[in-house]
């Protein structure tokens, strides 16, 4: 059963929009949540986290929202650009875990010219 | 400074070989991890390690064995490989499990095929 679930597997935006990925967790002893993304042959790089303790956290063109009550967080890219195409997936920690992270599946995101 | 690599790229296997993956960092990273990700699951974790000569299970452990003898060198190891095995590998490091410090650096993969 995943913890973590991302449920589109797939966005397709034009450039200049915006994208928004959506993430929904089951386990509320998640305390922190981070987004990743990959471009192909690569591995995941770091993009963005949020702390249980905000509901929002912005860093240029990407910001991400935390709704504790209803276990959703959301990633907003504004605007997006062709060199955002890749895979983003969101992942949760917490202490009742080890701190280690739990992934979510996945979104490929297509950002067309 | 490299951060976290691995060997080999690609691998193919027949049933029933062993191989080894290598991963190294250069961060003094005291945390590594081993996932795999398969479509559609997202990164799961295989085994972890939290210093020099320690492991410990992850979500997917079975079929797989692991080491870590050098801090800096995390070998994961497939003693007789099955077609379920056919998947990306990636390997990870990260300063501290600490919330704010555990942002995992990932190695480049190693997608490996059992025939």
């Known amino acids: 059963d995943q913890q973590v679930k991302q449920n589109s597997p797939s966005l397709s935006v034009q450039e200049g929009r915006i994208s928004i990925l959506n993430c929904d967790y089951t386990?509320?002893?998640?305390?922190?949540f981070l987004w990743y993304k990959k471009y192909p042959a690569e591995g995941p790089t770091f993009l963005i986290s949020?702390?249980?303790?905000?509901d929002k956290n912005e860093d240029g063109r990407f910001t991400v929202f935390l709704n504790k009550s209803a276990k959703h967080l959301s990633l907003h890219i504004v605007p997006s650009q062709p060199g955002d195409s890749a895979v983003y997936f969101c992942?949760?920690?917490?202490?009742?875990?080890?701190?280690?992270?739990?992934f979510g599946g996945g979104t490929r995101v297509l950002v067309k010219p | 400074n490299a951060g976290v690599t691995q060997t080999p790229k690609f691998r193919v296997l027949k049933t029933g070989q062993s191989m080894t993956l290598l991963c190294a960092q250069d961060?003094?990273?005291?945390?590594m991890y081993w996932y795999r990700q398969d479509p559609g699951m997202g990164l799961r974790l295989i085994h972890y390690?939290?210093?020099?000569?320690?492991?410990a299970k992850g979500e997917v452990p079975d079929g797989y064995n692991v080491s870590r003898l050098k801090k800096q060198n995390f070998l994961l190891g497939l003693e007789s490989a099955a077609p379920s095995q056919t998947s990306v590998y990636f390997c990870?490091?990260?300063?501290?499990?600490?919330?704010?410090?555990?942002?995992?650096?990932f190695g480049p993969g190693t997608r490996l095929t059992v025939l």
């Open positions: 961060m003094n990273h005291e945390y």
């Open positions: 949020i702390s249980s303790i905000k």
């Open positions: 386990n509320s002893m998640f305390d922190y």
């Open positions: 390690s939290v210093g020099e000569g320690t492991t």
């Open positions: 992942a949760a920690s917490g202490k009742a875990a080890g701190n280690k992270l739990t």
């Open positions: 990870a490091s990260s300063y501290s499990l600490h919330h704010a410090y555990n942002e995992q650096f």
